[in-house]
């Protein structure tokens, strides 16, 4: 396939692709881990004004990722004729035009995003304590707003689509970022143009990734390497647009069930959708400690505490198996 040089060769022409896109740096790349990206730093003088959105909360496929736009606050007026909004209420056209606009005047106009993987999103909100997906959005927004502050942006007022509770995390920004005044609310992105501008950045992203998948596992396909066997592809590169309610998507999850090995990492383990899936439809694993059978027989040969030990613990004076 032909890559197109810019957002130009797509405008007006269907879905955005990876090809398309700055924020994703290496098209034929696999999202193994999650990344940061930010087009070039404005040289307008501040103070500025900044929006964050993201796209990608439910969707049980592909990444979440999160967007910030920010601009002179004397150069609102003119941002506020430029077409931004809620990304959601936009086409794929008018979205990649949009973002090719934001692209477009380097001189007053910024952006970044931060891609959160699959991966990574399964495994905080796996791991014991989990770090939920709230936290894991703050903490994305939280890196964002910094970043951007260390590429020597001066900010004064931020704006923020709605994350849960308003004033709690309006609260916890402030204190993170004392001197900036923060607004945290819900529909942000339709009231507040820089966050439709940031609404933007997000999803094409987003949507860009899912249009382009490259899935890991297909370097597998290939023969036999070095003693480890190729795995046959079981999956469709059909995934739609990977929430749960969409028909394409849910016949992916459907007929995309490796019994032995899962789903590809574009699956979000730690969604429902995905588990249930799994619980229906895979081989039942038992995971077993090989040695904690014979651990615990060392200590069930009697009731006896001296008497009736065994001789291992006895020589290592264990009382219990905690103790080791």
Excluded at 3 to 31: C, E, F, M, R
Excluded at 164 to 182: D, Q
Aim: glycine share 8%; aromatic share 8%.
């Amino acid at each position: 396939m032909s890559q197109p040089s810019s957002l130009d060769d797509l405008t007006g022409n269907g879905p955005v692709n990876a090809y398309d896109v700055p924020s994703i740096v290496d098209k034929t790349a696999p999202l193994l881990s999650s990344y940061t990206y930010h087009a070039p730093t404005p040289t307008a003088p501040g103070p500025y004004i900044l929006g964050v959105d993201e796209a990608g909360r439910g969707p049980v496929l592909g990444p979440l990722v999160y967007g910030v736009a920010y601009c002179p606050a004397s150069y609102e007026e003119k941002l506020n004729d430029m077409g931004f909004a809620d990304s959601k209420t936009l086409s794929s056209d008018t979205r990649a035009s949009l973002l090719e606009t934001l692209s477009s005047d380097a001189t007053n106009l910024g952006w970044s995003v931060r891609v959160l993987s699959p991966r990574d999103i399964s495994s905080g909100m796996l791991r014991r304590p989990p770090t939920n997906l709230n936290k894991q959005s703050q903490d994305a927004t939280i890196l964002l707003i910094r970043e951007v502050l260390q590429r020597g942006i001066e900010l004064t007022e931020v704006y923020v689509d709605a994350l849960g509770a308003t004033g709690p995390y309006e609260k916890l920004l402030s204190s993170r970022f004392p001197g900036i005044n923060f607004t945290v609310t819900a529909k942000a992105d339709s009231k507040y143009k820089i966050v439709g501008a940031a609404s933007v950045a997000a999803k094409v992203t987003r949507d860009a990734w899912i249009e382009g998948w490259v899935f890991e596992e297909d370097v597998r396909e290939s023969p036999t390497t070095l003693g480890v066997p190729s795995v046959k592809r079981t999956w469709s590169s059909e995934i739609g647009s990977g929430y749960p309610s969409d028909p394409n998507t849910k016949a992916w999850v459907k007929g995309s069930l490796e019994k032995t090995f899962g789903y590809p990492s574009i699956a979000r383990f730690s969604w429902t959708t995905i588990r249930v899936a799994l619980d229906d439809g895979a081989h039942a694993v038992e995971w077993i400690d090989e040695g904690q059978a014979s651990l615990v027989k060392a200590f069930e040969n009697g009731t006896g505490y001296d008497r009736d030990r065994s001789l291992v613990s006895k020589d290592l004076c264990l009382s219990s198996v905690g103790t080791l």
